[in-house]
């Protein structure tokens, strides 16, 4: 059986502080929030991620969701994905 390639996951400074305080605050997120970890480490590009390039000031970076008013932005470079902000769409765009 083929052995599934993963991306190494590097959270910012800044996202893990958001990401801590947010989960602090909303402690029913953590199961939602580890999946979508899991999924962006396996293809960051999954479909059930709705990944989409940004543009503008942020292009050359993605989005994904977490829940149905919380994103994720992060850059993808060779085998790894570096999340860069976590918050509702208009604290991280």
Known sequence: MP???????????????RAKQLLKKNPLLKKAYEEVLLKLSINPFDPTLHTHSLSGELKGKYA???????????????????????GTHDEVY
């Open 3 to 17: 052995r599934m390639m993963t991306m190494r996951l590097e959270l910012e400074k800044a996202f893990r502080k």
């Open 64 to 86: 994904c969701s977490l829940t149905y008013d919380l994103r994720m932005t992060f850059m993808v470079s060779d085998d790894t994905v570096h999340l860069l902000d976590i």
